[in-house]
């Protein structure tokens, strides 16, 4: 899927913020990014197939290019949904458990030293496909985001990266009150873009592009 650069939205900032460095307008608008998704959950990704290998615990999730996990949503192996479980129980229950084998996992459980990686329980004794759907954000390096979620989400990052510019003591472009503005319409939408997240709404396609063209 075609990914849509936060350069596309830089006159969006400029018309407000005028004068800002466009690194300065990028980092904003991807940390912005990055606090819509951990807080509304509402970049979310649909996993078509990966490979879960006989024999081996671990299975890397596919992402998009320049996002990374936060957490499955929900998994399925073979068709069959799988649960979420801990270490901590497993350790308490069963302290063979990681040398336990099936046919069909029941399990998945978060691997802390990979972030787009679940270990399944018991481990797969034959070779199978996992699917489902996670939550995901931008990497601390992207540069933009997919366009399904720059169709959905793009007035949140603008309003995101303003309420953080603005509030810039130093900067000639400081204005508090409407940082608090922007600040606050961004803090509201919160619940709205989790709301249309969980609706699974179909995006509209991108008929205009920010930043002038």
């Not at 899927?1 to 991807?30: D, K, N």
């Not at 679940?118 to 034959?126: A, D, E, F, G, Q």
Request: hydrophobic fraction near 40%.
């Amino acid at each position: 899927m075609a990914q849509v650069p936060f350069q596309e939205l830089i006159s969006e900032v400029l018309s407000i913020a005028p004068a800002c460095p466009t690194p300065t307008i990028i980092r904003s608008m991807r940390n912005a990014a990055i606090e819509l998704a951990q807080k509304a959950e509402c970049m979310r990704w649909e996993l078509e197939g990966d490979l879960a290998i006989a024999g081996i615990p671990d299975t890397e999730l596919s992402v998009p290019t320049d996002m990374v996990m936060m957490h499955p949503i929900s998994l399925r192996y073979n068709g069959k949904n799988i649960k979420p479980l801990s270490v901590r129980m497993l350790d308490v229950d069963n302290v063979s458990w990681r040398e336990e084998t099936s046919d069909v996992p029941t399990n998945w459980i978060p691997r802390q030293n990979a972030i787009s990686t679940v270990r399944l329980y018991p481990i797969p004794s034959v070779t199978g496909t996992i699917t489902g759907e996670i939550a995901i954000k931008p990497s601390r390096d992207a540069t933009g985001i997919e366009e399904v979620f720059m169709d959905r989400f793009m007035t949140y990052i603008i309003d995101g990266a303003l309420g953080r510019l603005l509030a810039i003591p130093s900067a000639p472009w400081f204005d508090g009150q409407l940082a608090q503005y922007h600040k606050s319409e961004f803090i509201a939408m919160l619940d709205e873009a989790r709301r249309i997240a969980d609706a699974d709404n179909v995006p509209k396609l991108r008929k205009l592009k920010y930043g002038g063209n």
